[in-house]
């Protein structure tokens, strides 16, 4: 077999064997297939796609080039949720507690941010002594005690997607169907749930920016799953503003928290309790939709939610007191107020804006290898729909180098569209794939 060959096959627009995906593949991960040939390879899938079958293999490949994780010491069916990224995005820190706290393991592992995007590890790890990185009997011991544990990847998973991944990154070919539900597929195969909620982001601040391409991958995704054997449902969720009021990393913590504590915003408390229902009749926890949510609703309300917190917090190691004292998190004190410059609505704002703004306060990582400031952030005051007048507070920078500050604000300033248009109300779930 030649790499030109399966290039030019796909070229042309026919449908690639197993055998013709492999060799691409794993000539790519061993150093036999260059980077021009993968390259080329990757930009005819962008512009001639793959079928489900094709899209299947290349899943099982990628996830096969790694280690898989084992997770027969959780007790009962193991539910897995992954979100397809977005911008103050802190659905883990307050779903997780919420689900356990109703009878649900949750032995989890979370990546940390990449450009306008944020990380759940990084987030945690602005909770004072949170351990992100536990051994491996740290880990089951905190999921068979507390029936929780949210930690960084350490295993090797799906080293093909990350090969992958990487070339992508810079020959404009990440936002593809097949290659975007195949990298994120192989991962989560590797991870060895039972059952997989999705939260498929849709809008300015998502990969996808209408609701057909995200429905689209959202299917693509399902069906990879289900054939694989897995449990699958996806959420096709908002992203055309921030998820609630927070963009950072001590900043979203602190917001989780007062969610768990019923003081959340509207937008992220719907949404926890929508895919937490998810979560929760995929593991067979209860049958119906209505009586998980009503679960969930009184774990917070019960306050068994934020007990769950603090329980995962101090299994980890953390600093558990950061749940009655937020100031702990340590928030920078400098802050700057953006004040707007006209009287009507915020009539639309550019989520992926706020996400590198806070990208370049310090907050997020341009590249990898990049290091973060977990006590800067943006509040935002006002959000699409809300009514404004000139001099009110967009939104609060909270920032550590003047530099960078400067660097921001013009971002942000953009980011928000003020006229005197009030936008409809938009909904936080758009619609759900089975
Ligand atoms: N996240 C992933 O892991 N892979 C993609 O291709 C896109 C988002």
Not at 163 to 188: G, P
Not at 356 to 385: C, F, P, Q, Y
Request: net charge negative.
């Amino acid at each position: 077999m030649r790499a030109y060959d399966v290039i030019l096959k796909k070229r042309d627009g026919h449908e690639l064997s197993e055998a013709e995906i492999e060799f691409m593949v794993d000539g790519f991960v061993k150093g036999e297939i260059p980077d021009y040939q993968m390259a080329a390879f990757l930009m005819t899938i962008y512009f001639k796609h793959m079928n489900a079958e094709e899209r299947y293999n290349l899943t099982e490949i990628m996830a096969k080039s790694g280690d898989s994780i084992d997770l027969s010491f959780v007790p009962g069916i193991k539910v897995d949720k992954h979100s397809t990224g977005g911008v103050g995005d802190k659905t883990t820190l307050v779903l997780a507690p919420m689900v356990a706290s109703c009878g649900l393991p949750v032995a989890k592992m979370s990546g940390r941010g990449l450009g306008h995007t944020g990380g759940t590890i990084d987030k945690l790890e602005a909770i004072p002594g949170f351990k992100t990185s536990l051994t491996e009997t740290e880990f089951k011991k905190s999921v068979k005690d507390h029936l929780i544990a949210v930690v960084g990847q350490t295993a090797n998973l799906a080293p093909a997607d990350k090969k992958i991944y990487a070339l992508r990154d810079v020959t404009a070919t990440v936002d593809e169907i097949s290659l975007i539900s195949s990298s994120i597929m192989s991962k989560k195969l590797a991870a060895g749930a039972d059952a997989i909620v999705l939260d498929v982001k849709v809008g300015s601040g998502a990969f996808m920016k209408d609701i057909a391409s995200a429905t689209d991958l959202a299917r693509a995704m399902v069906d990879i799953g289900k054939k694989h054997g897995k449990a699958m449902v996806a959420l096709i969720t908002d992203m055309d503003k921030p998820l609630g009021y927070t963009v950072g990393n001590a900043i979203e913590v602190e917001e989780a928290i007062d969610t768990l504590k019923g003081k959340g915003p509207a937008d992220l408390e719907v949404l926890c309790i929508e895919l937490g229902a998810q979560m929760l009749k995929l593991g067979k926890i209860t049958g119906t939709l209505d009586t998980a949510r009503k679960m969930l609703e009184d774990s917070i309300e019960s306050g068994k939610a934020i007990e769950k917190m603090k329980e995962m917090i101090e299994s980890q190691g953390g600093n558990s007191s950061v749940v009655d004292d937020t100031a702990l998190l340590g928030i920078s004190k400098n802050a700057f107020e953006l004040k707007s410059w006209k009287d009507g609505y915020v009539t639309s704002m550019n989520a992926e804006g706020i996400g590198i703004a806070s990208m370049k306060l310090g907050a997020g990582r341009e590249t990898k290898e990049d290091k973060i400031d977990l006590s800067v952030g943006i509040r935002l005051s006002k959000k699409t729909g809300d009514s404004v007048k000139v001099g009110e507070t967009l939104c609060t920078f909270y920032y550590n180098s003047e530099e960078k500050l400067k660097a921001t604000i013009e971002v942000v300033r953009a980011s928000y569209i003020l006229s005197d248009v009030k936008p409809q109300k938009t909904k936080i779930v758009h619609g759900v794939v089975e």
